[in-house]
């Protein structure tokens, strides 16, 4: 069986986790730092803040900006769950916008429509790892029409004067846009390291912070640093040093990264440009020789332009099905000994968005690129030949459901 994504461990990340659980020190400590300040070598952040996961720093980002009850966020109908169940955690109204055929993203023309007085944030994702357009994004928050519209609350909100952008780079670490890297482009961007990621540091995740002035950017990563630790002043590293006494300034949470997770991700991060991503790119451009010239699929796009994925999940449509066909390709490619997924059921198919009353009806881009898309595998150990056996199991599947 060809699994879809099992994570790459090999000996530099054991050997690594060893060295960690022998020194002493397995919570935050010095890999985490060492990580943080590595990752922002790698974006271009001007500072970046690990944690437990990205749903965490999703959150956090959105506590830390005063978001509530009678506030609104934007996001893409077509996301994991992540994205807008951290609106909801902070009691703020999730107002989904319909996306792009071409890319999956967030559709710009109708994330401008859906701009109201009570919009307080805009999270774009990078489906698969394909970016969207943030000079687009950035100019438009920033445009006297939609400022004029923000209502701030708080001195945060009152210093930004406008509409924050935290994107949803959860796909996306690596990707370009006009040469730049995720993490460089917007206010707030959040990386995940979850197991199935392109960097993986089991669970994990990190903000990269780049608030323009006259936000200190360092010093908002002390803040968070003990925002997401109990809002305690003082981390247990900070105690070795022989002052034992710290206070707690706020009710904060816990959600830091451990030097074990920080030690994995040391040596993905290391490898990344010049191992992982090159791979990737090869899976992408394997698949996509493959199914070209063959009209029954619609490939993606991920080199165009200003635009340059990370090549992190690849998202092949089939054209003319329906959703039960898509289903019933499935599974027969899994009776193939293949295994495929679907990236994202759209929110408003899950019973809780259903159930507070987001219809799919509203959202038909984001049902037709879903009812007919298949992930296919691209995790690190992939060989050719597995490559090519995946290939003939999607199109001997689709011979079988599909008579043309
Ligand atoms: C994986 C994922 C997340 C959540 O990441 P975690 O690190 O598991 O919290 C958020 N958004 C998207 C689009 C994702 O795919």
Redesign the pocket.
Known sequence: MIPFSPPRIDDDVIAEVVDTLKSGWITTGPKTKLFEKKLSEYTGAKSTLCLN??????ELMLRWFGVGPGDEVIVPAY??C??ANVVVHCGAVPVMVDVDEKTFNMDLRKLKLAVSERTKVIMP???GGFPCDYDEINSFVKSPVVKALFNPENEIQKTLGRILVLS?A??SLGAEYKGRKTGSLTDLA?F???A??NLTTA???AVALNLPEPFDNEELYKFLCVLGLHGQNKDALAKTKGNWRYDVITAGFKVNMTDIQASIGMVELERYDRDTIVKKKHFFDFYNSAFKNDSRFILPVYEDGDFRSSYHVYLLRVTGINEAQRDEIIQKIFAREVSVNV??QPLPLLSFYKDLGYKMSDYPQAYNNYMCEISLPTFYDLTDEMLQTVVNAVKDSVAEVVSD
């Open positions: 996961s990205a749903t965490a720093g999703l996301t994991y992540a994205t994702v990078d489906i949803d959860a796909h959040v995940s390291f979850h199935v990621k669970e994990g995740g990236h994202f």
